[in-house]
């Protein structure tokens, strides 16, 4: 029975400093995983870092624990998922060593304070060396970017919460149903996919439809992306993942009131648009990019 979800970093979550399309999403997703004996699935970090000079003191591991939550962490825009920092991160600077090493995971199963045997973890990473010695170590390893031979992976994050929900808890309704979530807001501009009925492997469920809006009169804002509700059936594969989506489409009718409604936005200065001076008052909404890089309208407050 798995009860942590140990995670790489570099090349694993983020490249460059910045997540991969659908970390935000996925991670989200697997926050809310149950475990087979119905606890939440613990979710921790192991990440090389920089060793302290020696000697070795506690300073200067806070130091540099700081140091990484401060130009690792924060600017990813991931440390969110990943608190208290003391029992959820465990960086190479505290543990002593770096991965692969058996120790550098034992420690990190000693700061969650979980009471977990190695047997009891899984570690998503790309690097292939340390997925053949978590293996061996008896830690369930899982891919991320490449299929290798005899292991659980992914190659799109869209697609972890399925691949992890499979291992953590095969079966689970409620983790399949988030893992599907996912999914669907990454791939099929779905989102908040909630389920009101499972059968077999289908789940009938809501949602709110992205639903580009393409009309001139919306000027800045032509191509902006609304939420519409939408029924939704997800057929769901033998390998776990999403394999066919139904959703109903809005009708004209539906998407020429969204333009009318954020068209009556604009014109009364209700919306702040990036790269626009924001009006001085009465600002509802706002447009954000989200992990895809689709232009939302989101609502900020009520009027």
Known sequence: MIKIAFFDVGETLIHNGVPFSGVAIALTAITTFETAEGHLLNMALVSDYHMPNPPTTEEKVASLEEQYRNQVLEPSGLAGFWRPFESQVTISSRAGMRKPDRRIFEVAIARTASGASLTECLFVTENTTHL??????????VSFGSTVSGMAGFEN????????????????????????AAALATRHGLVGFTATATVGRSVHGRAN??????????????????????????????????????????????????????????????????????????????????SEGRPRLVRQRYS
């Not at 057929?235 to 333009?259: K, N, Q, Y």
């Open 132 to 141: 053949e010695k978590c293996k061996e170590y008896g830690i369930t390893p």
């Open 209 to 290: 439809q992205l639903v580009q809006l393409n009309d001139p009169r919306l000027g800045s804002l032509d191509g902006v992306y609304v939420e519409r509700p939408s029924e939704v059936t997800v057929d769901i594969g033998l390998d776990g993942l999403v394999a066919e989506v139904e959703a109903v489409a809005p009708d004209s009718d539906d998407v020429a009131d969204a333009v009318n409604f954020v068209s009556s936005l604009m014109k009364s200065g209700r919306v702040a648009i990036p790269g626009q001076p924001v009006p001085s008052f009465g600002v509802t909404h706002a447009v954000e990019r989200d």
């Open 157 to 180: 994050w869209a697609d972890a919460p399925a691949v992890i929900a499979g291992l953590v808890a095969p079966g689970h309704t409620g983790n399949r149903s988030a893992a599907a």
